[in-house]
């Protein structure tokens, strides 16, 4: 049986908040193309679950890849709201639209100037 780390004991959570979301993105059969461009895979990817044909569209399988993109950039919020496939052009893009690392909102809270936020 796999053991699974407690999110305390994860060091890498680049590696293993991709790995949770794709696995989150398979489990809520989203359909498996690039939510920018419409495009996907020609081959299945090794990591695709039994059904995968469910979510595999016929047209325009021309990517190399899809990847699990979280939309705030926050590896550790795999919630299927915060992600989205993409294929490796529209993700560079979308990373370029905001800083890496960096959540697209910069005032989450809505604090403000007040207490050191953003105005």
Known sequence: MRKNKSDVDILDWRSTGRRRARRTLFESRIDFVCID????????????????????????????????????KDYTINDVDDLCWRCPSCHKIADQATAKRVAQEDDPHGLGSAYGGVS
């Open 37 to 72: 461009c419409q495009h996907t895979v020609s081959i299945p990817p090794k990591d695709a679950p039994k059904w995968f044909d469910e979510i595999w569209p016929e047209s325009n399988r021309d990517c190399s890849q899809l990847q699990a993109d979280h939309t705030t």
